[in-house]
């Protein structure tokens, strides 16, 4: 082999890396027959891997659409989607489908069929031997904690609608695809038992770094879900930002009503205690005051003093007091923060 031919495996390792796990939307549209504007409109973007994105926006205004392209369950009129780096034309849908989960707002479960039956359904398709299976399925439950000796011999019907939507999840893992699409996974779900399940999300995601595109219309899932949100209008794009430059930064009426950017307490729960707390004096003694985690949010400190009347709480870091919080010291923090 002559030296030129050789290409460094680094580069090419590199090449690929950079765009596995990664999904971009290159102009993008989608013109249903019969409307008068595309229904997903010349829409461009990257969501990096591992990256949790919520595409936010009111009814209608192009979110499923946008998310059923990247599965092939709609082909858009023109543009085109990557995943993988790859453009997903170029992949027979059932492939493409095998590295995406997908979970949707009625969990879609088949009712004649156990949990566990349910969860297995894409490893049986792709005929791993049973005792793998079984194996999965039960790693699966415990994932999203629905005890296997409990859950896996039930039907659907014999499940709250939480616990659907934990099977859902479990299912749309079971083949360990790198891509999640979740569409309002949560919309019918109570508001407390929703809370619940979006922190299981967030821990799911740290463990297993799945690419997630996660469709919402609630700004407070979104706010607390997304490392970043697509906010969408229409069929287009009108920001795509962290949820700190959304809040502060709104590109423009339409995000700022939208997020609500004039709510000081939606603000406060994308801010850390630490960022805010005071210094222990040197002569510090704890005495009984109520305590905040030095990563809480301010959101939720706040939400301590006005429930507890406590003038002042203590900051601990892993049980170890580290500063103090006033009222004043979040009002002062978050005025700062917001110029
Ligand atoms: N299969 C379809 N055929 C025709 N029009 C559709 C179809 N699916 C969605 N639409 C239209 O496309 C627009 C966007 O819909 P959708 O993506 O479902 O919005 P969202 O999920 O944001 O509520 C809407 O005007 C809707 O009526
Ligand atoms: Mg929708």
Wanted: aromatic share 6%; proline share 6%.
């Amino acid at each position: 082999m002559h030296t030129s031919d050789y290409i460094p495996c680094s580069e090419f390792l590199n090449l690929s890396c950079n765009a596995m796990g990664s999904i971009q939307f290159d102009q993008v549209t989608l013109e249903f027959s019969g409307m008068s504007r595309p229904a997903v409109n010349q829409v461009s973007c990257e969501v990096a891997s591992g990256e949790l994105v919520v595409i936010l926006g009111p009814s209608g205004c192009g979110k499923t659409t946008l998310l059923k392209m990247v599965n092939r369950l709609y082909e858009p009129t023109s543009g085109r989607i990557y995943i993988d780096g790859q453009d997903i034309k170029r992949l027979k849908p059932t492939k493409l489908r095998q590295k995406i989960g997908y979970v949707i707002q009625q969990s879609g479960l088949f009712p004649h069929m156990t949990v566990a039956d349910n969860v297995a359904v894409v490893p049986k398709l792709l005929k791993w031997p049973n005792p793998r299976i079984q194996a999965r399925v039960d790693e699966l439950l415990q994932l999203v904690k629905l005890p296997p000796t409990e859950y896996r011999d039930r039907y659907p019907a014999q499940l709250s609608g939480g616990q659907q939507q934990r099977v859902g999840i479990a299912r749309a893992l079971a083949g360990d695809p790198a891509y999640l699409l979740m569409d309002e996974p949560f919309g019918a779900i109570d508001a407390i038992t929703r809370t619940a399940l979006q922190t299981e999300i967030l821990r799911l995601q740290q463990q297993l770094q799945k690419t997630i595109l996660f469709v919402s219309h609630d700004v407070d899932e979104a706010l607390r879900l997304g490392d970043r949100i697509l906010v969408m209008n229409a069929g287009q794009i009108v920001q795509f930002d962290t949820p700190f430059n959304l809040l502060t930064q709104p590109a423009d009426p339409f995000v700022h009503e939208l997020l609500g950017a004039d709510d000081m307490v939606r603000q406060l729960g994308l801010l850390t205690v630490n960022s805010a707390m005071m210094a222990l004096p040197d002569n510090y003694q704890n005495g009984s005051k109520p305590t905040v985690n030095a990563v809480d949010n301010l959101r939720d400190a706040l939400s301590l003093i006005l429930k507890t009347g406590a003038p002042e709480l203590s900051v601990v870091d892993q049980d170890k007091p580290v500063g103090l919080l006033t009222l004043e010291h979040i009002r002062s923090y978050a005025a700062e923060a917001n110029r």
